[in-house]
């Protein structure tokens, strides 16, 4: 039978869209599913300041009443404008195993994108940076943080297929946490602290770091800003990403750097993976998602580092031995054995080189496409 395509305008069919996934990952022992509540939050006009400045169009595939798979399509005004790219982005793309599947979704976005004047179609990209991004091309047996993306191994063959051709990757990495902090480490970080004045944020709740978290976001638009894909947050963005996320970090795990001035130059936010708890709570905290996430933090057996940034002007300077320090210590004192890296373009040697001083291991790799309209 064939495939019909339908648009998302009700609340009950984005709930179908954020569902879906749950039904085709079943089975799939890497796949980490979004909370639904987020994720309905995220897709919600009314909630997500996005939405100013992002044109979107979500899209069902269905065969026989049932749904075979999902897109979303995504204008960012503010990325055309800041990058000149007439590009639009696909994203929240899941499907079946099925290429005629996989052709009517994308013909579907594609065509609106042609219509709203765009030249070209990237992604899987949302509406910023910090969305899961990207088709996972290695590390299919390999678990994610619980911010990364996951897809079997049928997606980039059937996007190649499409005419879809690699723009970018991201590298990921495990890594072994040492028996002590690294003497290299420690002896950059005096060297560092004592040259420029520095010092690192004594913080054990959240609440003493939430005064700086304006200002780890105004530097996160600094050091991004040249990255790929990267669109500078709006000041209500700022605000939505700490009343989201920064009110529920670890402060044992979470370092901010700070100059004499108290002006922040550097951080790093990791947290204690979370990506089986949320296996097991199936998208919602109750009733009992909130326990598993809970015994997640309480006993972790793995960090997730999510997200670092340093000042441009600060950067190469071995700032980052000041928070890498700290988290070392931090987890060796809990008895973690290794971490995940979050996805890092594969050009940006400067992060890369700060998990040259452990033992590591690249093992998962994500790939951002692209294809003329």
């Known amino acids: 039978m064939a495939i019909e395509i339908r648009k998302v305008r009700s609340r009950r069919a984005l709930k179908r869209f954020i569902r879906f996934p749950f039904r085709l990952y079943n089975n799939h022992k890497q796949w980490i599913p979004p909370l639904i509540k987020g994720e309905m939050n995220n897709l919600n006009r009314k909630s997500n300041p996005a939405f100013d400045h992002c044109e979107t169009i979500f899209l069902l595939a269905y065969r026989d009443g049932k749904v075979v798979g999902r897109i979303a399509g995504i204008i960012n005004h503010r990325y055309i404008e800041q990058w000149g790219k007439k590009d639009a982005r696909f994203c929240w793309f899941d499907a079946i195993d099925d290429r005629e599947v996989f052709y009517t979704l994308f013909s579907a976005v594609e065509e609106w994108a042609r219509t709203q004047g765009m030249e070209r179609m990237v992604g899987p990209m949302g509406f910023t940076t910090f969305e899961r991004q990207g088709i996972l091309v290695q590390g299919f047996d390999e678990m994610p943080t619980f911010a990364g993306s996951y897809n079997p191994p049928y997606y980039p063959e059937y996007l190649e297929l499409q005419g879809y051709e690699k723009e970018i990757e991201y590298l990921e990495y495990e890594l072994t946490v040492p028996e ?38 105004r530097l996160l638009n600094s050091a991004y800003k040249p990255l790929y894909g990267f669109t500078e947050l709006t000041e209500k963005q700022i605000a939505y990403f700490v009343n ?130």
């Not at 002590?180 to 609440?207: C, D, F, H, M, W």
């Open 180 to 217: 002590q902090v690294p003497e290299k480490i420690i002896k950059i970080s005096n060297i560092v602290r004592e040259r420029y004045g520095l010092r690192l944020l004594k913080a054990s709740t959240t609440r003493e770091m939430l005064p700086y978290a304006d200002q780890v976001f």
């Open 244 to 373: 989201r996320y920064f009110k529920v970090i670890k402060p044992e795990y979470t370092s901010i750097v700070l100059d004499r001035d108290n002006r922040v130059l550097g951080f790093q936010i990791s947290m204690p993976s979370l990506s089986k708890a949320l296996q097991k709570a199936r998208g919602r905290l109750f009733p009992f998602g909130w326990f598993y996430v809970m015994m997640a933090l309480k006993k972790p057996e793995r960090l997730d580092t999510l997200l670092t940034g340093v000042l441009p002007e600060y950067q190469s300077k071995g700032v980052n031995a000041l928070y890498m320090s700290a988290l070392t210590a931090a987890a060796i004192r809990n008895g973690i054995k290794h971490a995940e890296s979050n996805g890092e373009l594969e050009e940006n040697i400067k992060v890369q080189n700060t998990w040259r001083y452990f033992q590591s291991r690249q093992h998962r790799r994500s790939r951002i496409y692209a294809r003329q309209l």
